[in-house]
């Protein structure tokens, strides 16, 4: 999917277009998402919705005519698991709905290390 969101992790007005990092196993920073939107601003018990940089990477690769470093390459890999260490085991498919609206569908991953 071209979205995921975070439970109970919401930002405010004028965030839109900010990052969410991920810090992986292998010691680097890596560009995941970029913020979309929320309902309100930081509201508890509501979910931010993030657009998910993986599903774009082929685009940003061809947009920039592969004129990116190494650390570019790493940061729009994505959620993908960032190296051969990491096993992936369980994984759930979540959905969040508000009403009658389904606002962001979403997978959570858990990953064991070896």
């Given at each position: 999917?071209?979205?995921?969101?975070?439970?109970?992790?919401?930002?405010?007005?004028?965030?839109?277009?900010?990052?969410?990092?991920?810090?992986?196993?292998?010691?680097?920073?890596?560009?995941?998402?970029?913020?979309?939107?929320?309902?309100?601003?930081?509201?508890?018990?509501?979910?931010g919705v993030?657009?998910?940089?993986?599903?774009?990477q082929d685009?940003?690769?061809?947009?920039?005519?592969?004129?990116?470093?190494?650390?570019?390459?790493?940061?729009?890999?994505?959620?993908?698991?960032?190296?051969?260490?990491?096993?992936?085991?369980?994984?759930?498919?979540?959905?969040?709905?508000?009403?009658?609206?389904?606002?962001?569908?979403?997978?959570?991953?858990?990953?064991?290390?070896?």
């Amino acid at each position: 999917t071209m979205k995921f969101c975070f439970i109970f992790l919401d930002t405010c007005q004028g965030d839109s277009g900010g990052p969410i990092m991920m810090f992986t196993t292998s010691n680097q920073w890596v560009l995941v998402g970029v913020t979309s939107y929320g309902i309100g601003c930081a509201r508890a018990s509501y979910a931010g919705v993030y657009t998910r940089v993986a599903y774009y990477q082929d685009w940003i690769r061809i947009t920039t005519s592969g004129a990116y470093t190494n650390a570019t390459s790493s940061i729009s890999a994505g959620i993908d698991p960032p190296t051969s260490t990491a096993s992936l085991r369980t994984v759930h498919l979540l959905s969040i709905f508000h009403s009658l609206f389904h606002l962001c569908l979403f997978v959570l991953i858990k990953i064991y290390l070896l």
